[in-house]
Structure formats: C-alpha cells, structure tokens
C-alpha cells in the first residue's frame, strides 16, 4: 500500500502550481498529497516500455527522463526530456489504456511525483482546478508538439541545433551529443560537424 506523502514531499508540485497561478485551498493540497506518490527511477530504468499500458502521469521532482521510440533498424528517436518541473508520460496510451508505441526511461537518477488515471479523474470530480490545470498542460503539450513537427519539415539542421541550443541550455551539459542527435534527427557524426563548425565561427566573431 502506498503511503500517503507529506506536504513538504508535494511542495515542489505545489511550488510549479503555485507560479503558473494556481493557488490551492487547504483541501486542494491535501488532495495533492493523497492522490500523488513519490517514486525514484535510477538511471536506465524504464519507467515505461513499449507494449505496456502507460498508467501514471509523470511530474518530474529532481533528474531527466527520456520519451523515445526504436525503429525497425535499431535507431532510436527521441521525442522529449524531461528535466525537473516538467511533466511526461504517453498520453495516448494514458487515456486510451492501449499499449504504447514509446519508452520513458532515466537518463539520471530521477524523482517524480506519479497519479494515476483513476486519480486524475477523482481529482477532476472533486475540484475544478485541476480539470483546468490539466487542460492548460495538454494544451501547451500539443502546442509545442505542433511547433516541433513543423520545425522538423521545415527548417535545416543547423537551424533544429541552434533551436535546441537555445530553448534547452540547461540540458547540454546533462545529456550526451548522441542523446541531443537523436532528438534532432541527425546522426552524431553530423551533429560533430555542425558543433565544431559553431565553434570556428565564434572564434572568429
């Protein structure tokens, strides 16, 4: 049975609520802590495979996570990280309870705060809040989907590096030139080249 959390446990998920504008009653938070459970992945460990149902919603606390998928050749494709205050998990797998296409495993240590489906639906029931809170999310998440995929048919390699470079600065030095090549849809070799091209024209600048 798993044990219900403390607030200081929900606080950093309290904390994210809290800055996007949502300020919670007393049993709202209370809410949080009963419906929310802490869990700690180590690093490689799946917190999701492909073929399995995914039944929790992620939020990160502490670490990075990985959504990725292997295609038939053996290369890997990475959809999103996850880093602290960020939240993952195969959404359609979640609401559909199919089986998904994907994998989320650690690519350090990682603390998360889970809720599963029954409960993000309880929470929906019992408070307005989260109904909204949650719509907000999914909506932001499909947003910045869309942003993706057209800059993936639209714009050059360079242009996808200097992207990331800049939306995620705090990621180059957590995750490997391999991870980030994946991400991008270049092989590493390439994603060498353009890194090394970057540094010539700074030298000169």
């Given amino acids: 049975m798993e044990k219900k959390l403390t607030i200081s446990a929900v606080e950093p998920l309290l ?3 809290k800055k996007r504008g ?15 459970h802490s869990r700690l992945y180590r690093k490689k460990q799946y ?3 492909e073929g399995d149902v995914c039944t929790k919603f992620n939020f990160v606390v502490r670490g990075c996570l990985r ?28 609401h559909g309870m199919k089986p998904s296409k994907m994998n989320i495993d650690a690519i350090e240590d990682t603390v998360v705060l889970q809720i599963n489906y029954e ?12 109904d909204r809170i949650f719509r907000v999310l999914i909506e ?3 947003i910045h989907l869309q942003e993706r995929l057209l800059q993936n048919i639209s714009s050059t390699a360079e242009e996808r590096y200097e992207s ?25 070799e390439f994603l060498s080249r353009l890194r090394n091209q970057r540094t010539k024209v700074s030298q000169k600048t």
């Fill in 164 to 188: 990331f470079l800049s939306r995620f600065p705090h990621l180059i030095n957590r995750i490997s030139q391999v991870q980030i090549a994946a991400y991008l849809g270049v092989t590493p």
């Fill in 140 to 142: 932001n998440g499909y």
């Fill in 47 to 49: 917190v999701l495979q």
């Fill in 15 to 17: 904390d994210y609520f």
């Fill in 119 to 130: 409960d993000l639906i309880s929470l929906y029931k019992q408070s307005p809040i989260f």
């Fill in 22 to 36: 949502y300020i919670l009653n007393a049993l709202e938070n209370a809410l949080v802590q009963e419906k929310f």
């Fill in 67 to 94: 959504t990725y998928n292997v295609d038939k050749k053996g290369s890997i494709h990475i959809l999103q990280f996850a880093v602290e205050n960020n939240w993952i998990n195969d959404l359609g797998s979640f």
